[in-house]
């Protein structure tokens, strides 16, 4: 599909609304032949003028000049109020499709980007994938709104003209309309040749947007490293990368009109001059004469803005060929079938000899063996790199492993429904991500018809709650981008708050204290009390004093299970475990001193 033209896999695309574009397109065929009878109306009124009691209309029994004259008027004043009708109807069906097919191929897009996996969106940059659902499509949009009617009018205009010539003048019609294929040949050429040039434009387009969202999210670090000069300078750059790639596209595309006036004008000449050679010899009607020329003129001239259309074309095809490659790009991971009752998941989590590594990278985990039983707390430490938050990923189908399985209730869950799998997780990250809207949307995001009460007893076992209340407005507190009105701390127990409102029978705290200070965890560690009775939890920490009440700490390094057991049990063993609790407690440092 990928091979084909962007024009006809867009066509594919909008399959279900080829009558509509049916209907958009007889409207403008219409409108085109009303627009085309003024100049045949002209050339009756001067063949009436001109032969008065002889004159073509005389042949249909309408012999008086007035009532021709009347006649004329009458058939003048309905066709351009023909014209008129069809003008609005076009400009209505085609705005409409260009208006709907823009909603429905970003929405499209967007949804199949939810479904893409992880690795998918570490591969590219956020800005590019914005400029792709929203520059893009809106690209398509312009040219559906103007463009597409543009194109069918010009080819309703040039085989109606065409067909007339043919038809009343066979031996001026090849004079005339000779220059029509060398118009169309060069335009296929300079079609051929601006492709890449607007493909170019989109891909620097992207890389411009990709910039600018870098340098706005970062803008806090920009300022703490005094690198603002240096990030106008990176912006310039990609601006001028931008411009210099559109220069080059409209060095072309503005070469366009000058060349083909000069062969429409020769067509134009044939038919002016041969047409006033016939009607002087009286071998052309005079009236017929004023229809030729003035047709000559209506064919020939519209072709010069089939660079304008052209151009709109080109830029259009090449941000569809982008959104259609987005949508047309395969799922990494596809949703399993089998769905899982909330009320009859229990907790239970196998890691099944796992391995696994990113891309063609080595191995990050290494023959993972870990069954967690239902209703326990486990937790994973060991360096940073080692593994640890690659399971929690495993576990969420973030990633599927390389070899073995991870199972749920003892089932792959390759083959689970993947929202069933999520809903039953709870994750508490180290990175919290915080929507801009209310503290309470915020909390309530994974339950969104949660009452008011609900969201409250989530943040008072959260221990959210106090400093809630002494925001500017409480729970309805707009949070600003990514949380960043609120601290830390505060973004952590409303992040814990949020996964304690799901209700999930495995809660999950990917490092969730690492970054907080003494008071905040100590109140995640009160609140972790109540929240894991009757659930599993499975945590991540560097700091040990969080977790030494687990009922088994697993020690990963270098993607293996190197020790496992309880606190005492590790501590016990005289290993790594038992080294990082002497450096966290001071011990080492004061058997050294």
């Not at 009018?153 to 109606?160: E, K, P, R």
């Not at 074309?313 to 987005?326: C, E, F, P």
């Amino acid at each position: 599909m990928a091979s084909s033209t962007p024009l006809r896999r867009l066509f594919s695309y909008a399959r279900h609304r080829r009558p509509a574009i049916a209907v958009a397109t007889t409207y403008s065929v219409l409108n085109k032949l009303f627009d085309l009878a003024p100049p045949m109306l002209i050339g009756a009124a001067v063949d009436v003028v001109v032969q008065q009691e002889d004159s073509f209309l005389a042949g249909f029994g309408v012999e008086s000049v007035d009532t021709q004259i009347l006649l004329l008027a009458v058939v003048t004043f309905l066709i351009w109020g023909l014209e008129s009708i069809f003008e609005y109807a076009y400009a209505l069906a085609w705005r409409n499709l260009a208006q709907t097919l823009q909603h429905e191929l970003r929405q499209d897009a967007y949804e199949h980007v939810q479904r893409l996996e992880l690795a998918y969106f570490e591969d590219r940059s956020t800005g590019g994938l914005m400029t792709v659902l929203g520059d893009d499509v809106n690209q398509l949009e312009r040219f559906l709104d103007d463009g597409a009617n543009q194109i069918i009018q010009l080819v309703t205009t040039v085989l109606a003209v065409g067909a007339l010539f043919i038809a009343a003048v066979p031996s001026i019609a090849p004079l005339a309309i000779a220059p029509t294929p060398l118009v169309i040949a060069g335009s296929l050429w300079f079609q051929k040749r601006l492709a890449p040039r607007y493909a170019e434009v989109r891909a620097r387009t992207s890389d411009l947007a990709a910039g600018l969202a870098n340098k706005l999210t970062g803008i806090a670090t920009i300022k703490a490293f005094v690198a603002e000069e240096a990030e106008a300078e990176q912006l310039e750059r990609d601006s001028k990368a931008y411009l210099d790639a559109n220069a080059a596209a409209i060095r072309l595309s503005s070469a366009f009109v000058p060349l083909i006036r000069m062969g429409i004008v020769l067509g134009f000449t044939a038919t002016l001059v041969l047409g006033a050679r016939m009607a002087t010899d009286g071998t052309l009607n005079v009236g017929l004469y004023s229809v030729l020329v003035f047709m000559t003129q209506r064919l020939l001239w519209p072709l010069t803005r089939l660079g304008n259309i052209l151009d709109q074309y080109q830029r259009a095809m090449a941000s569809t060929r982008r959104v259609l490659d987005l949508l047309d790009t395969p799922l990494g991971i596809e949703d399993g079938e089998t769905r899982l009752n909330r009320s009859e998941i229990t907790g239970a989590v196998e890691f099944r000899k796992v391995g696994f590594s990113y891309a063609e990278g080595p191995p990050v985990l290494e023959d993972i063996d870990i069954r967690i039983a239902p209703g326990s707390s486990v937790a994973f430490v060991g360096p940073t790199g080692s593994g640890k938050s690659t399971l929690i990923k495993l576990l969420l189908r973030f990633y599927d492993p390389s070899a073995g399985s991870v199972c749920l209730e003892g089932q792959d869950v390759r083959s689970l429904a993947l929202s069933d799998l999520r809903r039953a997780i709870g994750l508490v990250s180290q990175d919290v991500f915080l929507f801009h809207g209310t503290v309470r949307e915020n909390i309530a995001y994974g339950a969104p018809d949660a009452s008011p009460e609900d969201v409250e007893r989530a943040a008072k076992l959260a221990e959210a709650h106090d400093f809630i209340l002494r925001l500017a407005d409480g729970y309805e507190t707009l949070v600003g981008e990514r949380g960043q009105k609120l601290s830390g701390g505060q973004r952590q127990r409303i992040s814990l708050a949020r996964a304690i409102l799901v209700d999930p029978p495995i809660l999950v705290l990917d490092e969730a204290t690492s970054a907080v200070d003494n008071e905040t965890e100590a109140a995640i560690q009160r609140s972790l009390q109540q929240v894991a009775l009757d659930r599993t939890t499975m945590i991540i920490a560097h700091r040990l004093s969080t977790i030494r009440n687990a009922d088994c700490t697993y020690v990963v390094e270098g993607g293996r299970i190197t020790e496992r057991g309880t606190h005492d049990e590790l501590l016990g063993l005289g290993g790594t475990y038992a080294a990082l609790w002497s450096v966290q407690t001071g011990e080492r440092s004061q058997h050294a001193s």
